[in-house]
């Protein structure tokens, strides 16, 4: 299973950037999934996670901001991010627990994608 993050890039304070994360393999369903950020010299840490049934939860200081949603038909994960601040520069990486197999074998474990590098600066 590999997990291919998209659309970081540099956009100045108060703009917008929509993150992808596209899942492929031998997957047989995805149960949770998530963002999270890692900025210079700063630990890992939670963005956004969304549950196979679409319940979402958020970092106190993403609320309101960011939206983190899932198409299930295309293992893809997204994170829609607006009103930018220069604090969220980071790297963001996306998290899926996969399950793989098939009916009768299949397991389930954590995968994380490589990461997209977020600038916001003016």
């Known amino acids: 299973v590999q997990l291919q993050a998209s659309g970081g890039g540099l956009v100045q304070p108060g703009g917008s950037l929509r993150l992808s994360c596209a899942a492929s393999g031998n997957i047989f369903s995805i149960r949770a999934m998530g963002w999270y950020r890692q900025a210079p010299g700063k630990q890992r840490e939670l963005v956004a996670t969304i549950t196979s049934g679409g319940s979402t939860n958020y970092a106190d200081s993403m609320k309101g901001r960011f939206t983190i949603s899932r198409d299930n038909a295309k293992n893809t994960l997204y994170l829609q991010m607006n009103s930018l601040k220069p604090e969220d520069t980071a790297v963001y990486y996306c998290?899926?627990?996969?399950?793989?197999?098939?009916?009768?074998?299949?397991?389930?474990?954590?995968?994380w994608g490589k990461g997209t590098q977020v600038t916001v600066s003016s």
């Open positions: 998290q899926m627990f996969v399950v793989v197999g098939d009916d009768r074998n299949n397991y389930g474990m954590d995968y």
